[in-house]
């Protein structure tokens, strides 16, 4: 079975849902995951918080690409 990867906005989104009052069984049945994946994702996401967590994790992408071209 092939593996699914969400992106960090996705994830955001997800977690944005679930603390608005959408049930978390309701949030994984739309995105396919489970809810231990689920509640993986809202540890690895809770310090940054839901709309910085993406932005944060894209500018880490963003100096992880400077610093391989030199």
């Known amino acids: 079975m092939k ?3 969400y992106t960090e906005e996705q994830i955001a989104f997800a977690l944005r ?3 608005s ?3 978390v069984a309701e949030v994984t ?3 396919g995951i489970s809810e231990q994946t689920f509640y993986r994702c809202r540890k ?3 310090g940054l918080g839901c709309r910085t967590a993406a ?3 894209t500018r880490g992408r ?3 690409a400077e610093t391989a071209r030199g």
């Open 3 to 5: 593996r699914k990867r």
């Open 17 to 19: 849902q679930a603390e």
């Open 21 to 23: 009052g959408t049930t």
């Open 29 to 31: 049945h739309k995105m």
């Open 44 to 46: 690895k996401y809770a």
């Open 55 to 57: 932005s944060e994790a």
């Open 62 to 64: 963003k100096q992880e």
